[in-house]
């Protein structure tokens, strides 16, 4: 039984995974925002503790970048980790098992190739479109590292080169400056999109006046992509309007990724995915305005298939399926 682990800069959980992939039980506990180092793992361990007796491995997805095999992360979005040693703070918690971590992106792809939508696929990408947008690269059936482990992180491919916005990363025009969740909504909005939540002004705040308006709305309360997306599918014009810019960056970058990789398949999981048509067919479209070598023309792209179990599904094949995921000789 692997205890499977599943950071994120929304949110952190964990489970336990028989030998076949099946998540026997898991738990999720909210990320602390704006925390430092150890609150953050404390939160951590507190969710961890009840699933720790029965655990004879532990295998571990979190946000990037990081040393790899190493595991000290820095990820963009939970910025009271840099250099954080995740992987040796665990390894002490669980002394005599190993303990494998890879990047959060990674480990949903290993999962949709081991036990998803990409089964049987030997050169594939498989990427999440969250709070973040990253990917893990499968090719000739077996998972590509890079020399940092950092191979696959697709969300920092230019699609906008010239005035694209500022990415975390500290360029401009990445695909995660666009296309991840937080990005997109607050977009959407400066676009005159209302969540559909939003029917009347905001009660107003203690000691305050009501807040009114979308702009508000966000200041106030999450707005997350899958309500974008749920709006996109509703049919309203702004997030429809929003989910074709995402869309078609992510087609951009999809088949950049294709003439360099020669892929026959990509994945794409994370709330945005729920939108279907409104996100898949503009990038269709954008995909094959920019994929015209012949070769690249044989690529599909379908949404990920093991939904919010996936993290904790590819966590475990880091030791469930280490043949084809992991090549590092440390455990």
């Not at 602390?32 to 532990?58: C, F, K």
Request: hydrophobic fraction near 45%; charge should be negative.
């Amino acid at each position: 039984m692997i205890l499977a682990i599943d950071v994120g800069g929304t949110k952190m959980a964990a489970g336990l995974v028989a030998p076949d992939g099946a998540v026997i039980t898991s738990r999720r506990a909210a990320t602390p925002q704006n925390a430092d180092a150890e609150t953050l793992w404390h939160t951590l361990a507190t969710l961890i503790d009840p699933l720790s007796a029965r655990a004879e491995g532990v295998g571990v997805g979190c946000g990037g970048p990081m040393t790899w095999p190493d595991g000290e992360v820095s990820p963009l979005n939970i910025p009271g980790w840099r250099g954080f040693p995740l992987r040796a703070r665990l390894a002490g918690r669980f002394p005599g098992l190993p303990v494998r971590l890879h990047n959060d992106a990674i480990c949903l792809a290993i999962a949709e190739h081991w036990q998803g939508a990409g089964q049987g696929s030997a050169d594939m990408l498989g990427m999440v479109v969250s709070t973040g947008v990253g990917g893990g690269l499968i090719l000739g059936g077996r998972l590509v590292n890079g020399g940092t482990g950092n191979a696959g992180h697709i969300g920092h491919v230019v699609v906008e080169p010239d005035g694209g916005p500022r990415c975390g990363c500290g360029g401009h025009g990445c695909l995660e400056a666009i296309a991840r969740g937080p990005a997109l909504t607050a977009w959407a909005l400066t676009q005159g999109w209302t969540p559909a939540a939003v029917s009347e002004p905001m009660e107003a705040s203690e000691g305050g006046e009501a807040s009114e308006g979308p702009a508000a709305y966000l200041e106030d309360r999450a707005v997350t992509g899958r309500a974008l997306a749920a709006d996109a599918l509703a049919g309203d014009p702004m997030a429809v309007l929003a989910m074709r810019r995402a869309g078609r960056a992510l087609g951009i970058a999809i088949a950049s990724a294709t003439h360099l990789c020669d892929l026959d398949l990509v994945t794409i999981g994370g709330g945005l995915s729920q939108a279907g048509e409104p996100l898949f067919g503009p990038l269709e479209e954008a995909l094959r305005d920019h994929a015209r070598m012949g070769f690249a023309r044989r690529l599909k792209v379908v949404p990920a298939a093991l939904g919010q179990e996936a993290g904790l599904v590819g966590a475990a094949a880091l030791l469930l399926a280490g043949g084809a995921y992991w090549t590092s000789s440390r455990d």
